[in-house]
């Protein structure tokens, strides 16, 4: 069975979510109080992981404002909190048509619900006087006995009037199978039986549930007994279980050797499976130790056997208590512990409901989270979880993102509503969409895995022209595979690769080569930030000059053609296409000498115009006759960056 859309109505702030979608993984956005918490533990009392919590209380749970009118009708109109349409599996589809006929099924929709009654309700698409008429065609009867049965229509009258034919051995044979299949039960309630035991568990998990970092198992065996263990206990107890023996085991222990095996076997177990998604430190692994309290430890540490976790730094040659690790690690490994009892009591019947996963974790332990739910979790269950934060917001997934609101309409209290539609008018709702949506925008749109930085935008038009020029001659012309990112100027470099230098993000940077900028490429080149050879300067695809900018590559004559077409300067105001002898050495600066002596009706030189002219205007200056020279410069620069790639 899949869950395919729920609505959640009369339960704690919540009067009618309204139906929503449910798919394999369900993201719950909304900010606090908003009633995501509520959602999911209404989901939870369906079939949860804990028979002890499968009740819903009118006392402490039904919306308060509407108690005192709801109280007089619960005993004989208790209201439904939680519905869920489920669509059947093949094999379940098959497990009903196998025995009843391909007749009896006739869709493959079925609705569940609860409420404060606390009994789930079924509705099955079958046809109950179809599977009667399969039952009977399938019978093995005489035909005469078949014609007597025909009148029945559901299981009572089949039954009755299947005993009441003649004795024979073949009625003997057909009231005897008819018993084993349907036992007291109706047909309807013999599928809904099985569907019941098909129907997926709901593991329910919050960010308190944590594992205790030490326990007194002289304390956890009491407890255990009286049926009074708190999330704490039932953690351990699942640690426990994952080692094997039980805590009285490990007290009346007398073999030491292989119960430490089994404990240092299980964590350097979980130490794997948690290190292949734990990025913010590897050099970290789990300790399990049981010794005796010693007098100067508190109570109840401090007599008796005590199991202790440890984590344990390779770097640091230290080890601490588990209590005392950040709680994003602590929420991490205690899942991992819990979920791994869940899947040997329940196997892949199960539906995940996280309660703000990884709260407590940096942003990019809570992008590890979210990768770790998509590649280990939801590739085998329907996950549904909750968070407000913009890093457990899948960018590219928005579709299975849910806003949930509290809502009002004037004075109407509306309450909680979940929206399949991701475009609500609550700004704090879509804060971490938007937050996660603009990450992603950043990340993809002007960042690729292959990043080119030059230091404004005027650089990129220049190598998009050169680029488009090489192409259409058929030369060596940019990589397609590299993204030009202006990061606006040279000295803004090194921020940027810190803020955006993720792994795998292979950086390589042009820039201009002035007196100005050579000690901060100098550093740029020695401080290991990028590969080596990965800070090209204009000056070294320029012969004969030791500082130049990339309108340099262009070439003096081509580029003060652009300047003077950009700014429609008129004969007397153009820049000469042959520079005097004392010109500056780099273009740009000739140009903006020239520009200080025009009126001052002419525009402002800036680097964006030439550039934005060029590119717009590309065949005007086809027969320059230094384009030629230009592209043989463009070219060996695109050779250089391309040889990166290989």
Known sequence: MRLKAAEVENYKLINDT????????????????????AVLRALHRLKPDDPDESDFDVET????????????????????????????????????????????????????????????????PVDEAAAVQHLIDSSGLDAADID????????????????????????????????????????????????????????YYANYHALPGQMSLEQFVHLESENRMGWPEKIFKALLSLVGPSAQDISATQTYEALKADLE???????????????????????????????????PFNSGYVFRTRIRSRRHGVSVSFDERSTGFVWFFSFLVWFSQMQREHGDKLILLLDEPGLSLHGTAQADLLRYIKEKLVTRYQVLYTTHSPFMVDASDLLSVRTVEDMSDGDTVLGTKVGDDVLSTDAETLFPLRAALGYDITQTMFIGENCLLVEG??????????????????????????????????????????????HGLHVAVLTDYAQGDKATVRSLREDGLLREGHVLTADMFVDGQDEADIEDMIGRGLYKTIVNAAYNLDVAQQLPRVSPADAPIRIVKEVEDHFKLLPPDVPEFDHFTPAEYLISNRAQFDADPDLGAALDRFEELFQTLNGFLD
């Open 18 to 37: 309204g139906r929503f979608r449910v798919d394999d993984l369900t993201c719950l956005v909304g900010k606090n109080e908003a009633g995501k918490t």
């Open 61 to 124: 749970e039904y919306p308060r404002k509407d108690l005192f009118d709801y109280k007089p009708r619960h005993d004989t109109n208790p209201d439904v909190v939680v519905t869920t349409w489920w669509e059947l599996s093949d094999p379940e589809a098959d497990w009903i048509t196998s025995r009843f006929g391909a007749g009896a099924l006739t869709g493959r929709e079925v609705t569940v619900t609860r409420g404060y009654e606390n009994v789930n309700r079924w509705a099955v």
């Open 148 to 203: 007597v049965l025909r009148a029945a229509t559901n299981t009572a009258d089949l039954t009755a009037q299947a005993v009441a034919l003649p004795d024979s051995t073949r009625k003997d044979a057909f009231t005897s199978a008819l018993a084993d299949l349907l036992g007291d039960k109706t047909i309807l309630q013999v599928v809904r039986v099985h569907l019941s035991k098909e129907m997926p568990t709901f593991v």
């Open 265 to 299: 076997a299980i964590g350097l177990r979980l130490s794997a499976e948690i290190f292949e998604y734990w990025s913010q430190n590897r050099d970290l692994e789990v300790e399990f130790t049981f010794d005796i309290g010693r007098p100067g430890d508190p109570a």
């Open 457 to 502: 935008p005027s650089d990129l038009l220049d190598l998009k022209w050169a680029s488009t020029e090489l192409q259409e001659k058929g030369r060596t012309s940019l990589d397609r595979r590299w993204t030009i990112t202006p990061c606006g100027g040279i000295k803004k470099v090194g921020s940027f690769l810190s803020l955006f230098g993720g």
